[in-house]
């Protein structure tokens, strides 16, 4: 593939945080609306001339793999609602540079596609998962499909090459605490590792209230009530605090945007499904790569594109911060 290691300068921040991530959307539709992501309708979609084609996603992700992006993430959406995406990852996992590909899904579908997944390159799987009771899950999610999202799970346990699952949950203050016992037992019957995400502004609702964060440190202590943790090393841009069981049954992560900000250790950015980087989760500010991609440019000239669009990458979120400023979209449309 010519062309890919042309880039062999560093990308590089304008805070002097080196990109090695992208977390690429393949759609922006979902076949859940969890109430902390969507409203219950409402959303308009994309229109299909507007998607990135699987060809233009493999460009794209081949130019950043060449300025040294190695971990790909596709999401959405519900990244399986896209039709045949095993054909993208196989797309994809070939690239050279792209050393860590992974999914982010719902596992609704996953009974079906675990296996052509793998078989196509897929080598890591995060599933979401907020409750492990029926009536809470449909409460949550507003679709009632717990028993398929394991029976999804069960699948994907199939395949080694898919170890260790991760499992996230976004915690919620006034819901999540009662989940918390299950989720944690979850983590100890089987090879999954459970990671508990705080609640972001980034709703479609806008309903987000400081006070409904229910934080990582809060649900730890929870669990210790009952099984102590012990702290385990992450990577240095991990966005996860791990710990496993002291009695050694498994292993517990805590992603803590918001009471643990990690902006500093940062080093992701996003690209839309409809081809425009993000270079923050709370950018209010996008780079369209999809119009000069469509209107013939070079891989050198989207390699600039993109470098100068990371030259502004933002500091830090400030969702701290007095006068905080949502998103410029919600999470289902950037790819969580
Ligand atoms: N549909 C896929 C899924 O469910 O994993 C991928 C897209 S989803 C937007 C990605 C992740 O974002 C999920 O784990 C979801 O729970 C999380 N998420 C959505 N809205 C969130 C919010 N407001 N705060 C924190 N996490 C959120």
Known sequence: MPGYAAYVDSLTDGWGREIKSVRVSVTDKCNFRCRYCMPAEGLEWLGRDELLTFEELTRLV???????VEEVRLTGGEPL???????????????????????????????????????AGLRRLNVSLDSLSHV???EITRRDALDRVLAGLAEAE?????????????????????????LAELARRKPYVVRFIEFMPLDADERWDADDVLTGGEIRALIEERWPLVEIPAKASSTARRFRFADGAGEIGFVNPVSEPFCASCDR???TADGQLRTCLFSRREWDLKTPLRQGATDTELAELIRWAVRHKELKHKINDAGFVRASRSMSQIGG
């Open 269 to 271: 950015i996003r690209l």
């Open 62 to 68: 081949g130019v950043l793999a060449g300025m040294g």
């Open 81 to 119: 609602a896209r039709r045949d995406l095993p054909a993208l990852v196989s797309m994809l996992s070939p690239l050279p540079g792209v050393t860590d590909l992974s999914l982010t899904t719902n596992g609704v579908l996953l009974d079906r596609f675990a296996g052509p997944l793998v078989e």
């Open 158 to 182: 199939r395949y080694p090459e898919l170890g260790p699952i991760k499992v996230n949950c976004v915690a919620i203050r006034g819901f999540t605490e009662e989940e918390v016992p299950a």
């Open 136 to 138: 809470r899950f449909a």
